[in-house]
């Protein structure tokens, strides 16, 4: 089984920077892609941003366009999100997922990681 583990998470003022780290605990890691996911207390899961392994595509979140950027590195299994200019409302638990494919569902992915607490404050 892959085991995911996020790392990187933590406390920063608004107009901050944070980079979330994802990486696979196993020996191997086989899927088109990595996602980041957040949840905000009372919320749902909420789609951030999508990379896929072998290519160039990228997805993200209308909110999170323009301050965020997620990148992989394919030789360490790791996926990481970058994310600046860091509001309030970023404030969740942010996980990452592996998948077959890419989807905004958090239904539709097979793996996740821990999770990592984001507090962004004022």
């Known amino acids: 089984q892959v085991q995911l583990v996020e790392s990187g998470g933590g406390l920063v003022q608004a107009g901050g920077s944070l980079r979330l780290s994802c990486s696979a605990s196993?020996?191997?890691?086989?899927?088109?892609?990595m996602a980041w996911f957040r949840q905000a207390p009372g919320k749902e899961r909420e789609f951030v941003s999508f990379?896929?392994?072998?290519?160039?595509?990228?997805a993200y979140a209308d909110s999170v366009k323009g301050r965020f950027t997620i990148s992989r590195d394919n030789a360490k299994n790791t996926v990481y999100l970058q994310m600046n200019s860091l509001k309030p409302e970023d404030t969740a638990v942010y996980y990452c997922?592996?998948?077959?494919?890419?989807?905004?569902?958090?239904?539709?992915?097979?793996?996740w990681g821990q999770g990592t607490q984001v507090t962004v404050t004022s």
């Open positions: 196993g020996r191997t890691f086989s899927s088109y892609g």
């Open positions: 990379r896929n392994w072998s290519g160039g595509m990228t």
């Open positions: 997922a592996g998948g077959s494919g890419y989807y905004t569902s958090h239904t539709r992915y097979d793996y």
